[in-house]
């Protein structure tokens, strides 16, 4: 079994900062892509940011040049700094990971449960 365990939502004033994380664990053979969405009130969900097993980054023009993605040596723990936090930020956000659980098993696609980030005064 493989489990996305995200933590750091809360509370913030406009302007703020929060830092999410996300921890994988289980029967983990190697973690490919790890990606941040969210999802507003009433709106789809939607890709933040996403970050490659070599490191490369990606992040939607919404939140490009305020968040960052990141992840840690042993790759199992995902990082998303929020900074310059907005309203519009606010959202449920969850992990995704595109895991491969065994040498002879396909990768596969894991969410969190989600954490909750309001942008408020």
């Known amino acids: 079994q493989v489990q996305l365990v995200e933590s750091g939502g809360g509370l913030v004033q406009p302007g703020g900062s929060l830092r999410l994380s996300c921890a994988a664990s289980?029967?983990?053979?190697?973690?490919?892509?790890m990606s941040w969405y969210r999802q507003a009130p009433g709106k789809q969900r939607e890709l933040v940011a996403t970050?490659?097993?070599?490191?490369?980054?990606s992040y939607s023009d919404s939140v490009k040049g305020r968040f960052t993605i990141s992840r840690d040596n042993t790759k199992t723990t995902g990082y998303l700094e929020m900074n310059s936090l907005k309203p519009d930020d606010t959202g449920v956000y969850y992990c995704?990971?595109?895991?491969?659980?065994?040498?002879?098993?396909?990768?596969?696609?894991?969410w969190g449960q989600g954490t909750q980030v309001t942008v408020s005064s």
């Open positions: 995704n990971s595109i895991i491969k659980r065994s040498r002879f098993s396909q990768s596969a696609q894991y």
């Open positions: 970050i490659s097993s070599i490191g490369s980054t």
């Open positions: 289980g029967s983990i053979f190697g973690i490919n892509a």
